[in-house]
């Protein structure tokens, strides 16, 4: 393998780059994880949580990667047999229904073309026809990273709403916590899940369940077996910032630090700088004369744009291009999309100038693997990122 010079620029919709900050924190010596020290910690980032899922409620952690905290959803509110609704949004939207089918749930998939979210008309349609209210819960996963496409929960509860409809809401937030505007509580969500290396800057190996008080009362009566996953004991033993296992010690550390970081920014600031990269990244890819993949601008997703090529052109092998030269991966196409797109991840610690490199890059790649596209698209991105500069700066000045 040719030598790189500097860092590489790691620019895949997760995991995403972990801040210097957050390295720091992690290198400290390991604690006793049942002294009094490692339980203020853990206290503190039991509580901080609560702020960034935006729950006055609960939040679990487990030493896992977000497929374990699918998992844990699942097994806490859900009996054999169960009925559940889910949304074939993407790849991901597959990997949990197959998850689903595994633990012995029925899963009804509305299927989609893979470039739109789930329907709230659909979700009202499908529960108002259920009258014997055989289905348990809606499953849906916010932001599908393999599409760049991210769903409107609060449409999604407003249906259910106006359904009478018991069922619960379960919603995938991997990859959209702490970059797109998630509110548990407000959107009536029962259980979030969500992971550690996308938005939240960490390296893979946390798990996140928050739970509404109703899906508690679920998994009071719920029959599918858990052992690891099961609540419970997790929630007992937190009260007092310990755990019924060993916790991912290092992890929590980074997690402190993390949210130390998003606090500081602030949640609408960090929110408002994913919205900026997305949409300099749309305004890159019109002017390349590209297409996204999301149809629906309301479905945009501001963590991830997943890109066709031109048909006929690989895109696998632009990455490889972009890869070997530039030390820069970008996100491969996943399943239905294998091979015709690829995804630029635009969340976690990431700046303006990171923008910049990532999209120069892109557009070198695109020129050297011969895809048909026109110039500009970085310089399309740089205008839209300095007139809204030009704009705050004008603002302070005056
Ligand atoms: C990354 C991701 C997952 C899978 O998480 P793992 O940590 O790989 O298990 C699930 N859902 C979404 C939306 C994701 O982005």
Redesign the pocket.
Known sequence: MAYHSGRQFLQIP?PSNTPERVLRAMSSPTIDHRGPEFGRLSLEVLEGLKGVFKTAGRVVIFPC???GAWESALVNTLSPGDKVLMFNTGQ?ATLWEALAGKLGIVAESVPTDWRRGADPDVIEQKLAEDKSHSIKAVCV?H???STGVTSRIADVRKAMDRAKHPALLLV?T??SLASIDFRHDEWGVDVTIA?S??GLMLP?GLGFNAISDKALAASKTAKLQKAYWEWGPMIAQNAKGYYPYTPATHLLYGLHEALNMLNEEGLENVFARHKRHSEATRRAVRAWGLEIVAVDPREYSDSVTAVFTPTGYSADELRQVVLDRFNMPLGTGLGRVQNKVFRIGHLGDFNDLMLAGTLAGVEMGLEIAGIPHNQGGVAAALDYITETHKQAFSAVRA
């Open positions: 997760g990667s977000g497929t991901f996963v932001n599908e990273t995938d991997i990859s992971g290396q996308k893979p």
